[in-house]
C-alpha cells in the first residue's frame, strides 16, 4: 500500500507564497493521476490540482495562483502556491485522482492570516 507523507505547510501573510511537498514511498505513484486536496474542519475535502494523463486541471479558486508539478523519479508531487488568500486557509493533502486510492496521509497545515 502507497503512504504519503506532505510537507512544506506554515503561517503565511496574504500575498504570500509556499511551495508544499508529498513524498509517496511504493511504485504505484507514477502510475496514477495524483491531485492536491484541501479540507476546512466542518467542510467537505475538495481537489484543488490535478496532474496525470497528459493534463493539468486546477479548481476555478485557485487557477493562475497555484501549480502543480511532479517528479516521478523521486516519486514526488509538488504545489507551488502564489498570492495566497486567508480563503486559501485549510489542511492540504496529496492523493491519486478522480478517486483517492492511498491511505490519506496527514496532511500540511497552511494558515494565511496577517
Known amino acids: 500500500q502507497v503512504q504519503v507523507v506532505e510537507s512544506g505547510g506554515g503561517l503565511v501573510q496574504p500575498g504570500g507564497s509556499l511551495r508544499l511537498s508529498c513524498a509517496a514511498s511504493g511504485i504505484m505513484f507514477r502510475v496514477n493521476s495524483m491531485g492536491w486536496y484541501r479540507q476546512v474542519p466542518g467542510k467537505e475535502r475538495e481537489l484543488v490540482a490535478n496532474i496525470g494523463g497528459g493534463l493539468i486541471t486546477y479548481a476555478e479558486s485557485v487557477k493562475g495562483r497555484f501549480t502543480i508539478s511532479r517528479d516521478n523519479g523521486n516519486n514526488t508531487l509538488y504545489l507551488e502556491m502564489k498570492r495566497l488568500l486567508p480563503e486559501d486557509t485549510a489542511r492540504y493533502y496529496c492523493?491519486?485522482?478522480?478517486?483517492?486510492?492511498?491511505?490519506w496521509g496527514r496532511g500540511t497545515q497552511v494558515t494565511v492570516s496577517s
Open positions: 492523493n491519486t485522482t478522480p478517486v483517492a486510492q492511498f491511505i
